[in-house]
Nanobody, 124 residues
Framework: QVQLVESGGGLVQAGGSLRLSCAASGRAFTNYAMGWFRQAPGKEREFVAAVSWSGEDTHYADSVKGRFTISRDNAKNTVYLQMNSLKAEDTAVYYC?????????????????WGQGTQVTVSS
């Protein structure tokens, strides 16, 4: 198993930036592709970004492409989500997730481990 703990959420004005972190513990971090999802009030949890186990391959939802960057530091067992040019519609609880997939994983069903989430609120 792997345990995931997110941090870095908060309140930011539109146009601002935040960096989310997700620290992993348990089984070897490099066994997992990692992803970020988000869930706004009254909406389904949606895919945001994903990175392969090596960090070489990444994928983004169209809504965040060009504004968000996912990365990982395998030496620190941590995955990051750098969020720039934030918009009010980015407001949500952001979840880190781990997948045993050998490649970038894009769907919720591919992820077997989830963090508790961190709130991001963007004021307009």
């Amino acid at each position: 198993q792997v345990q995931l703990v997110e941090s870095g959420g908060g309140l930011v004005q539109a146009g601002g930036s935040l960096r989310l972190s997700c620290a992993a513990s348990g089984r070897a971090f490099t066994n997992y592709a990692m992803g970020w999802f988000r869930q706004a009030p009254g909406k389904e949890r949606e895919f945001v970004a994903a990175v392969s186990w090596s960090g070489e391959d990444t994928h983004y939802a169209d809504s965040v492409k060009g504004r968000f960057t996912i990365s990982r530091d395998n030496a620190k067992n941590t995955v990051y989500l750098q969020m720039n040019s934030l918009k009010a519609e980015d407001t949500a609880v952001y979840y880190c997730a781990a997948s045993a997939s050998a490649v970038v994983a894009l769907t919720r069903s591919q992820y077997g481990y989830w963090g508790q989430g961190t709130q991001v609120t963007v004021s307009s």
